[in-house]
């Protein structure tokens, strides 16, 4: 069993910036897809960013360009920096390691955008 764990989050205001920070019980090496979701109350879980085995990363279109996502392979962790937040990043976000015939999700963590 893979284990998954977020930390990072709270409370930032408009304009600034938070590091959200996940860690796999495995190496992340071997995962084919690490990502960062995000569901806000009322709404469905969103793809947020994801980065590929190779390397690879994709954004959704409405954070690229403020937030970044990278890995740590020797610490087997995947990190997801959030600059320029907006009171429409508020959700709970969820770190996700996928496997071929698998997935396995951290408990989320939540962000809220307010001043």
């Known amino acids: 069993q893979v284990q998954v764990v977020e930390s990072g989050g709270g409370l930032v205001e408009p304009g600034g910036s938070v590091r959200l920070s996940c860690t796999v019980s495995k190496s992340i090496s071997s995962i084919y897809q690490m990502s960062w979701f995000r569901q806000a109350p009322g709404l469905e879980r969103e793809l947020v960013a994801a980065?590929?085995?190779?390397?690879?990363?994709h954004y959704a279109g409405s954070v690229e360009g403020r937030f970044t996502i990278s890995r740590d392979i020797t610490k087997n962790t995947v990190a997801l920096q959030m600059n320029s937040v907006a009171p429409d990043d508020t959700a709970v976000y969820y770190c996700?390691?996928?496997?071929?015939?698998?997935?396995?999700w951290g408990q989320g963590i939540q962000v809220t955008v307010s001043s």
């Open positions: 980065i590929f085995r190779g390397g690879t990363t």
């Open positions: 996700n390691a996928h496997e071929v015939d698998h997935d396995y």
